[in-house]
């Protein structure tokens, strides 16, 4: 029976697997009966402090038991979690926790001088629960500080505080790469939808320890977390791929049995200078999310990792996180695609007006299901152009084939409009990404005044390449047709990522329109 409360997927594996391993990270392990008792302690003092059913609890934590064990207790309190970055600076903290209306947060000690210099702004913020050493004072706000052990330890349980499979459960911004972040509000039925869906086609169960190199706050590292902890298996902290050695050493170490990431993590992974002396047969799958990832990595990826079957997979915020997979069965079939809708969801492809397209037909992708959001916080406005006609407008812009199957133009805004045609920035960068040479690679539209926009590609090489505009110009015109042949070349030392690494198009628009770059083609 599949809970109908997010945090009943941890109660119910506690109950199973009480003393089976929740979270490792070095040393320290957790197990689910400790992960559910400290959460149900945390939501029991929260209670007491003031937090009520559907009262907005910031979450500004990461890479740490006590997120896992904050998320799943601000939920046991009938509390709505708003994931965000420990690295967000204090007027954007300000402005997220204000326009969420917060009434506590829980946050690592060493970020409370950003939340301090933002208190002018939260009247209605009642409790700050610090985790860890707390440095910083919040001074005479009128606000509750409270050590994160302390709270716990002196708490009676409270796993239930009575929310609903209809209530809000989280509200998760947006990047805000192309406008202002926004805020997705997630229920509880649209989270446990999605959970269902992945822990069914990824097969996942008790004997199954993934390797976290994501961030939790992410909502793709959410999802990681949520579905792992429903089949009853065990988060394993390996670190960030800034530090490979350290993923390599902690897969090998726990005997990992996935991995989950961005392209650049597979990117990192697969460039790592002695990869070959780490033992990863243990690796059943791979799961790869947050952005397109082009053939020559994946293929690269099936080199290094032989045993795991992978997992290419799509979906947004505005989903609970995801709308589509590729069965690792079809990888060499259907290259390129990002896959078929996930269990319990339906995806079509539609025209401008909302009206479904032929198969084979670009348009826009729109999607079915419960784990569609309820909408975006305070901008009606917005929520009304995303939920049209009962549907998810995805802004993605892609063709279907007569087997379902996903194929990605880009997003609409990433789209290039050049002489009158309307091109995705994929299949240029698919291209350039397969010349010998290429580590990364992408293509953007920047102003033209006779095109409209020309096609500028920005190339990271590989460690001892040497390549020049001419080659990568050759590669190009024997592969695609005039219209989208590359009018300017750059080579830069690194693409520009969001911190929850995704390409950041904008930047490489901005950098080109400012003036040219040293190392330009």
């Known amino acids: 029976m ?29 197990t689910y009966a400790e992960l559910a008792g400290t959460a149900s302690r945390l939501a029991w003092a929260m209670r007491r402090a003031g937090v009520e059913r559907g009262d907005r609890v910031a979450l500004v934590l990461d890479g740490r038991v006590e997120y896992l064990a904050a998320y799943y207790g601000i939920l046991m309190a009938g509390g709505v979690v708003v994931p965000m970055n420990p690295d967000t600076r204090p007027r954007v903290l300000a402005h997220a926790l204000s326009h969420c ?60 505080g009575g929310a609903s499979g209809e209530d809000l459960a989280s509200i ?20 446990v939808a999605n959970v269902r869906s992945i822990v069914r086609y990824l097969e996942l169960d008790r004997d199954d320890r993934i390797a976290m190199v994501l961030p939790y706050y992410y909502v793709y590292g959410n999802s990681v977390l949520h579905t792992h902890l429903a089949a009853a298996g065990t988060v394993v902290n390996v670190g960030t791929m800034a530090f490979p050695a350290r993923v390599l050493e902690g897969i090998e170490a726990h005997r990992c049995t996935g991995i989950s990431g961005v392209p650049s993590t597979f990117a990192r992974l697969t460039r790592f200078e002695g990869l070959e002396r780490y033992d990863l047969d243990s690796l059943r799958y791979v799961t790869q999310a ?52 996930i269990p319990d969801v339906e995806l079509s492809i539609a025209d401008a007006d909302g009206n479904p397209v032929s198969s084979g037909t670009v348009g826009e992708i729109v999607a079915r299901g419960d784990n569609i959001m309820l909408g975006y916080l305070d ?143």
């Not at 119910?12 to 929740?22: F, G, N, Q, T, Y």
């Not at 045993?307 to 915020?317: C, D, E, L, S």
């Open 379 to 521: 901008d009606p406005e917005a929520t009304a152009r995303a939920l049209r006609g009962g549907v998810l407008h995805t802004g993605d812009i892609a063709r279907m084939d007569e087997d379902g199957y996903l194929f990605i133009v880009g997003r609409e805004s990433d789209m290039i409009k050049s002489g009158g045609h309307r091109i995705g920035p994929h299949e240029i960068e698919e291209v350039i990404a397969a010349i010998d040479g290429v580590a990364e690679c992408a293509v953007v539209g920047v102003t033209d005044d006779l095109l409209g926009q020309a096609i500028a590609v920005f190339i990271v090489q590989r460690s001892g390449a040497a390549l020049d505009e001419r080659q990568v110009k050759k590669a190009c015109f024997a592969d695609l047709p005039r219209y989208k042949m590359p009018t300017h070349v750059q080579f830069i030392d690194a693409l520009p990522r969001s911190d929850r690494g995704k390409l950041l198009r904008s930047a490489l628009r901005e950098r080109f329109e400012g003036g040219p770059q040293e190392g330009a083609g």
């Open 2 to 30: 599949i809970p109908p409360r997010l945090h009943g997927f941890l109660l119910d594996s506690a109950d199973k697997a009480p003393e089976h391993l929740a979270y490792v990270q070095g040393d320290a392990t957790t």
């Open 172 to 191: 998760n911004y947006t990047s805000g790469t192309t406008g202002p972040p926004k805020g997705v509000m997630l229920a509880h039925r649209n989270l």
């Open 101 to 160: 209306d917060a009434r506590a947060v829980v946050i690592g000690g060493g970020e409370l001088p950003h939340l301090a210099k933002a208190l002018d702004e939260l009247p209605g913020l009642r409790l700050v629960v610090s985790v860890g050493e707390a440095r910083g004072d919040l001074g005479a706000h009128g606000v509750e500080l409270a050590p994160f052990d302390a709270l716990v330890a002196g708490a009676d349980e409270l796993p239930d």
């Open 290 to 341: 947050g952005a397109a990832m082009n053939r020559t990595l994946t293929a690269a990826l099936r080199r290094s990792l032989p045993t795991a079957r992978i997992f290419v997979m799509y979906g947004q915020t505005e989903a609970s996180a995801r709308l589509s997979y590729l069965p690792p069965e079809q990888l060499d079939r259907k290259m390129g695609s990002a896959g078929k809708a």
